[in-house]
């Protein structure tokens, strides 16, 4: 089986597979091994399985605004 990341990045870099139909890219990646789950992905749309096979987590980013800064102390002198 080829590496997922190599076929990503073979299919980003060439626009016919990137923007051409879905069946010519299905048989594409049949004919280099891709993995079942990037073959899932493509077909269907469906992450979850490319998610597990690339230990990916989802990435989440707070949006709360920075607290205040609390006042200066008071000079003791």
């Known amino acids: ?5 190599d076929l990503l990045e073979v ?9 051409g139909s879905s069946s010519e890219l299905e048989r594409t990646l ?6 079942h789950a990037l073959r899932r992905a493509t ?3 469906d992450l979850s399985g490319l998610y597990r096979e690339l230990n990916a987590g989802t990435n989440q980013v707070a949006q709360n605004p920075p607290s205040p800064s609390p006042p200066p102390a008071a000079d003791p002198f």
């Open 1 to 5: 089986m080829v590496d997922t990341i």
């Open 11 to 19: 299919v980003g870099r060439n626009a016919s597979l990137r923007n």
């Open 30 to 35: 049949q004919v280099l091994a891709a993995s």
């Open 43 to 45: 077909a269907t749309g």
